[in-house]
């Protein structure tokens, strides 16, 4: 099974960054990128990719560890950015050290369970907001979230997350994504 670990924004959070989004899809040349809908926002602290189900149990307790070794901590929704022309994004704000950290945990117990994880590389929190399928300037874009700034929310959950990739064909068709287990962060041993 397709997986990733991550934190999902609370409903009120995402109802304001749905509420910026909705003007950025106003903006000349937003019918040609694909914008990601709103179930589908949350920061991915790691991608795991295909997992073998035997696999999930032994990574399943030692991202419970990971949440119990984390303490809740405040993040919002703020600013943003790209990745070269093809995907919008945007960022957090708060205590992006402890997100940092639980990256970098999560990363780990999955090394410690055997998934394949491929090069290191420093986590940088974002959401996806839209990608293009070729070239665009999101420049307009980004200076659009710029001053975006949602209110803070408490992070109190790791998820492991199941991806469903798209597999009719119709264009503009979204992963879906469904929660396989849920940790509450702290009460740590």
Same mark, same amino acid.
């Not at 999902?8 to 937003?30: C, F, I, T, Y």
């Not at 929310?153 to 597999?167: E, F, G, I, Y």
């Given at each position: 099974?397709?997986?990733?670990?991550?934190?999902?924004?609370?409903?009120?959070?995402?109802?304001?960054?749905?509420?910026?989004?909705?003007?950025?899809?106003?903006?000349?040349?937003?019918?040609?990128?694909?914008?990601?809908?709103?179930?589908?926002?949350?920061?991915?602290?790691?991608?795991?990719?295909?997992?073998?189900?035997?696999?999930?149990?032994?990574?399943?307790?030692?991202?419970?560890?990971?949440?119990?070794?984390?303490?809740?901590?405040?993040?919002?929704?703020?600013?943003?950015? #790209?990745?070269?022309?093809? &995907? @919008?994004?945007?960022? $957090?704000?708060?205590?992006? %050290?402890?997100?940092? =950290?639980?990256?970098? *945990?999560?990363?780990?117990?999955?090394?410690?369970?055997?998934?394949?994880?491929?090069?290191?590389?420093?986590?940088?929190?974002?959401?996806?907001?839209?990608?293009?399928?070729?070239?665009?300037?999101? #420049?307009?874009?980004?200076? &659009? @979230?710029?001053?975006? $700034?949602?209110?803070?929310? %408490?992070?109190?959950? =790791?998820?492991?997350? *199941?991806?469903?990739?798209?597999?009719?064909?119709?264009?503009?068709?979204?992963?879906?994504?469904?929660?396989?287990?849920?940790?509450?962060?702290?009460?740590?041993?």
């Amino acid at each position: 099974m397709r997986l990733f670990a991550a934190v999902l924004p609370p409903p009120d959070a995402l109802r304001e960054l749905a509420s910026a989004v909705k003007e950025l899809e106003g903006l000349p040349g937003a019918r040609s990128l694909r914008w990601t809908e709103r179930p589908a926002w949350h920061f991915t602290l790691a991608f795991y990719g295909e997992v073998s189900e035997d696999v999930v149990p032994d990574l399943s307790e030692r991202l419970a560890r990971a949440a119990r070794h984390t303490e809740p901590f405040p993040l919002s929704v703020s600013g943003g950015g #790209r990745f070269g022309d093809r &995907a @919008l994004w945007v960022g $957090a704000s708060g205590d992006v %050290r402890a997100l940092r =950290l639980l990256a970098d *945990r999560v990363e780990s117990a999955a090394r410690k369970a055997g998934v394949e994880m491929g090069e290191h590389r420093p986590y940088r929190p974002h959401l996806t907001l839209a990608r293009s399928r070729g070239p665009a300037d999101l #420049r307009p874009y980004v200076a &659009a @979230l710029r001053e975006f $700034a949602g209110r803070e929310w %408490r992070v109190a959950d =790791l998820t492991l997350v *199941r991806s469903r990739l798209p597999r009719s064909g119709v264009p503009g068709e979204q992963p879906r994504y469904e929660t396989v287990e849920r940790w509450g962060l702290g009460a740590g041993e």
